[in-house]
């Protein structure tokens, strides 16, 4: 009931009965489901837009900002572009440790305090990262960031969204990550904006004051929650979104081929855009003009997401993956056919983000749809595994591949590893139809 006090929520609070409802969502573990879903949303709907904010921030400021960053940490402290995004690699492998015990927290106890205290070291990682002065300590200040990004971003807001809207759960983690998609669009020419004028400490500086003042207080206006009463009324009792569409028997094959898909195609996905703006300036393109052609995948993704909003419920979500993972290796040949035209590099990065966006969407909901929303943050926990360990893997594969096969010989390579994972989404459509 704290969050009902904040700032962010006051307006709402002129509702009837509105306290009432928070509190029998509290002590059951879900809001309650006795209202129509019309009105639940603009309930949460100042909170919603909130976090949001907080995702393009979080992952503007720690995902996308190394890549502007790399050119200054290399000059002025002889970093490598291999020790910089060894960075995220860190990130990813904290993440894949803790994610299990967090998720099974979160299903316990909601994601208010756990995202709340993910800003706080989330802004100390970050202040900690503008002091460094060497490959050392910059590698240990990621791994307090990669505490605070699994305690505040990664799995933990799709867990919120589920605990706050029931069965409206796709639709609003999908306008949710609508807006998320602008991250890049908005932190890479802020990130370089503020480097040039300022210096990298400085705009390091300012991100992890946005932490503290912006993300922190809309982490701990989410509602208060605790887990329902364990209870046993029978599968046919229990509705298809709380226990999926997967029976019992065929959950352990259906778990691997996703985690398999989403891992390989992930692979691509975190790797590859770190290196766009580095491929397209080795091919040719200016350094100007490959930022802005790079800055096309933010509006790319969000029109990928908008048409997935409004027609993917329309659609079961794993058909809407097939799409995503058909275009993502399409995208890629075609930019390996031609690397240096600034055409085909812009109409590869749009093909390519928005294949990526609708494969972001899916991660976050095909689970969701699935194995349904009782024990969906320990669902995504375990997911979190294999994909953390093989996206931790990508910074430091791409960089290799870049280096050696250049442009032309990493696209190739990318468009295979989607490929697999097309494969092994195929293989998993045909197994839910049988």
């Not at 002129?14 to 019309?38: C, E, F």
């Not at 709907?45 to 190394?66: D, E, K, N, V």
């Not at 229990?238 to 398999?260: D, H, S």
């Amino acid at each position: 009931m704290q969050a009902v006090r904040s700032g962010l929520c006051r307006p709402l609070l002129a509702r009837v009965n509105l306290s009432r409802i928070r509190t029998r969502g509290a002590q059951t573990g879900a809001p309650d489901t006795s209202l129509p879903a019309s009105r639940r949303l603009p309930e949460y709907s100042l909170l919603l837009a909130g976090l949001a904010l907080t995702r393009i921030i979080g992952w503007g400021s720690i995902y996308y900002s190394p890549s502007v960053l790399a050119g200054y940490l290399e000059r002025e402290i002889g970093l490598s572009p291999t020790v910089v995004f060894g960075g995220i690699t860190i990130l990813l492998v904290i993440g894949a440790l803790i994610s299990p015990m967090l998720g099974r927290h979160l299903d316990r106890r909601g994601t208010r305090h756990a995202m709340a205290l993910g800003a706080a070291i989330s802004g100390l990682g970050l202040a900690l990262l503008a002091l460094v002065q060497g490959p050392v300590g910059y590698l240990a200040s990621w791994l307090v960031i990669g505490v605070g990004h699994a305690m505040q971003l990664a799995n933990t807001g799709n867990v919120t969204v589920a605990q706050l809207m029931g069965e409206r759960t796709r639709r609003v983690i999908g306008l949710m990550m609508l807006v998320t998609g602008l991250a890049s669009s908005v932190f890479w020419p802020l990130t370089a904006w503020l480097s040039a004028d300022y210096g990298w400490r400085a705009c390091l500086f300012v991100f992890a004051a946005i932490q503290l003042l912006i993300v922190l207080p809309i982490h701990l206006a989410i509602p208060a929650y605790r887990a329902k009463p364990l209870a046993d009324p029978g599968p046919s009792a229990v509705p298809t979104e709380e226990q999926g569409r997967v029976p019992p028997g065929e959950r352990r094959p259906i778990f691997w081929l996703l985690a398999l898909s989403f891992s390989a195609s992930g692979l691509v996905s975190w790797g590859l855009p770190l290196h766009i703006i580095g491929l397209m300036q080795g091919a040719g393109i200016a350094g100007a003009s490959a930022v802005a052609i790079a800055s096309l995948s933010g509006p790319a993704t969000l029109v990928a997401r908008a048409i997935d909003t409004v027609a993917g419920e329309r659609l079961p979500v794993e058909k809407v993956a097939l799409a995503g993972l058909a275009l993502g290796p399409l995208a890629c040949l075609l930019m390996a056919l031609a690397p240096g035209a600034s055409a085909v590099a812009i109409a590869f990065v749009m093909l390519f983000s928005a294949a990526m966006g609708v494969i972001a969407v899916a991660r976050a909901t095909l689970p969701l749809a699935l194995f349904g929303r009782n024990g969906f943050g320990a669902m995504l926990g375990r997911l979190t595994v294999p994909q953390n360990l093989t996206f931790a893997a990508a910074p430091l594969l791409f960089a290799f591949l870049v280096e050696r096969l250049g442009a032309s010989g990493t696209l190739v390579v990318s468009a295979a590893i989607q490929s697999f994972a097309l494969l092994a989404m195929v293989m998993l459509v045909r197994r839910l139809r049988t």
